[in-house]
């Protein structure tokens, strides 16, 4: 029985995996579906007259396919009916990387709470290089760089500088301005270092100059990629072009003897090289993965890596952002902590910024009730409970101990209650505190406005986590004590960020509703923040330094704490 297909999105892509499945002896297309009927006109004529052709990409789902090939430039688009379809218990393969890339870690629980698969394509970079590394990884090697080749860059590139390009390749201003500008490069490496947990030598990644690809190895800091637990990054330039490579790495005495007999050079680092990758051609391979073998090619594990905002000119405040291919903005692979700039199409900036400068997400205005923030904090969430359930299973497996928690400001009213209920949860907790040792766990005391003092304490206990809690939250006593309260609230937290930096410890930050004016109430987490008091003002830069200084936290704003008991020797709202 022939394998259904329904494919959306009928531009460059969707029409050649259309054409290259029509020859095909095991898979069928049944529906095609694309807005521009044009564009879907064009593809019709490689299909049988009794499949759905359709300008509704919902309605290909009647078909009961067996697999949506997603193949649109669209975001939210794409991510609802790509979601559609695995509720529907319709298998997906993403030729769409800009979808993948954003909500992929959502929509793939949402594959596997429905017994179906998620996969990127096979034949589009990361694709190929994760294919690569698997084979490279099975023969016992230890993965350095997975690396792009990229043709040509230019990051201040817009749709009308390159429209004469686009029509030579058969592509839309949006899509070959992502191209050029070095974006899709960005969200390609992206999907491959959020797949296999891989880092990057440095924002944006390195992408030396070179005339050919095989002298890749010598312009890369490999012991430093090595130390990384392996990177991703490109080389500009090189022949051939539309290769991938992956530089490996063994010191293994019959690795290094066999390598050099097969011609792969002395060691111990090697090169891998595919010299091309064929996109559309090798979506077939993603199917059949799929429907044969029941596995993806790719799929996102974690978010180790974002692609976040550049200003490609001056922006002034109050500019409507264009998306991906605009003329606003490039993306750049960093660690997340600026606005991802699939989540940027249509927002209001309301900080002027000067070319090349980050946007971040306090740096817009979403517009009202915008469903991609609904999809970003359901994954947010959903990222959180799996890396801290992840983190306390591995703690488990190790039989060693338990979690090292440490709280400071422990003996203030949210530090108590916390510190109580980690105890009855069995973390290790060290309650940290300035003055009054009224804790649960083990007592600490620390002077969070001392370096010495702070960098001693994680010396000693090495946490897991820390939930920085200690705060002058008295409103009236910040206007009229700044110093104090720009010491324990901006440097204070400064010192802590510093150290879970340092120690590689993931931090929970809590700040305040008191960032926001209080003028609209209801707040979320992309609301414009505007604090009117010094309290507000001081978390609010404790968060910058947060987001600024370490790449693994969690910030919240709770709102009113009170409570039925006195704590840290002064009142509460409830007393």
């Not at 996102?300 to 890596?305: D, F, G, H, P, Y």
């Not at 291919?325 to 989540?343: A, F, R, S």
């Not at 409103?475 to 720009?486: G, H, N, P, S, T």
Request: net charge positive; charged share 25%; glycine share 8%.
């Amino acid at each position: 029985m022939k394998i259904r297909v329904a494919i959306v999105g009928t531009g460059a892509m969707g029409r050649g995996i259309v054409q290259v499945i029509k020859k095909s002896e095991n898979i069928d297309v049944v529906a095609i579906a694309d807005i521009n009927p044009i564009a879907l006109e064009k593809t019709a004529r490689f299909i049988s007259k009794d499949a759905l052709v359709t300008t509704k990409p919902i309605n290909v789902l009647t078909t009961k396919p067996d697999v949506l090939v997603e193949a649109t430039p669209t975001i939210l688009e794409a991510a609802l009916l790509t979601r559609r379809a695995l509720k529907q218990k319709t298998h997906v393969v993403l030729m769409n990387g800009e979808v993948d890339q954003i909500f992929g870690r959502l929509l793939a629980k949402e594959a596997e709470d429905n017994g179906v698969i998620l996969t990127s394509d096979a034949g589009d970079q990361h694709g190929v290089l994760v294919r690569m590394i698997n084979d490279i990884r099975s023969m016992g090697f230890e993965i350095v760089i997975a690396g792009n080749d990229k043709g040509f860059l230019n990051k201040y590139a817009n749709p009308e500088s390159i429209r004469e390009e686009a029509g030579k390749r058969r592509l839309s201003l949006a899509q070959c301005t992502s191209y050029t500008d070095g974006t899709k490069l960005a969200i390609e490496m992206a999907l491959v270092a959020n797949a296999l947990d891989l880092d990057i030598l440095q924002t944006g990644m390195a992408g030396p100059k070179v005339d050919h690809v095989n002298k890749a190895l010598k312009v890369f800091d490999l012991e430093r990629a090595r130390e990384l637990g392996g990177v991703v990054d490109y080389v500009l330039g090189a022949e051939p072009g539309g290769s991938v490579f992956v530089i490996a790495y063994s010191d293994d005495p019959e690795d290094l003897f066999y390598m050099d007999y097969y011609k792969m050079g002395k060691g111990p680092y090697y090169l891998f090289v595919r010299p091309y990758h064929l996109c559309h051609y090798e979506t077939p391979l993603a199917i059949r993965s799929i429907m044969k073998f029941r596995q993806s090619i790719l799929v996102q594990k974690k978010r180790v890596l974002e692609v976040g905002c550049r200003a490609k000119t001056d922006l002034h405040a109050g500019t409507k952002l264009e998306g991906i291919g605009g003329h606003h903005l490039y993306g750049v692979l960093e660690k997340p902590k600026n606005l991802p700039i699939g989540m940027a199409e249509g927002t209001i900036l309301i900080k002027s910024k000067k070319k090349d400068e980050a946007i971040g997400w306090d740096d817009v205005k979403f517009p009202k009730d915008d469903p991609r923030l609904a999809l970003w904090q359901e994954q947010t969430m959903l990222e959180t409970h799996t890396r801290n359930r992840g983190l306390i299973e591995i703690a488990k497996s190790r039989g060693a101990r338990a979690m090292r928690l440490l709280i400071t400001g422990a003996s203030g009213l949210l530090g108590l209650k916390i510190s109580k209920i980690a105890v009855q949860k069995g973390y290790d907790v060290y309650s940290a505190y300035h003055k009054h040792e009224k804790t649960y766990g083990k007592p600490v005391k620390l002077n969070i406005c001392n370096y010495k003092s702070v960098e001693k304490t994680f010396r000693e206990i090495k946490p897991d986590f820390v939930i920085h809690a200690a705060a002058i939250t008295d409103v009236d006593r910040c206007e009229q004590e700044k110093e104090l309260a720009w010491d324990v609230n901006v440097q204070g937290t400064i010192n802590v960020v510093e150290q879970t930096k340092n120690f590689k410890t993931f931090l929970v930050y809590v700040s305040t509703d008191y960032v926001f004016s209080g003028e609209k109430g209801s707040y979320i987490e992309t609301d414009e923040l505007k604090p009117v008091n010094y309290y507000g003002q001081t978390k609010l830069i404790g968060e910058q330094e947060v987001k600024k200084l370490q790449s693994e936290w969690c910030i919240i704003r709770p709102s009113v704490i009170y409570g039925a008991f006195l704590v840290a020797g002064k009142h509460n709202f409830a007393l």
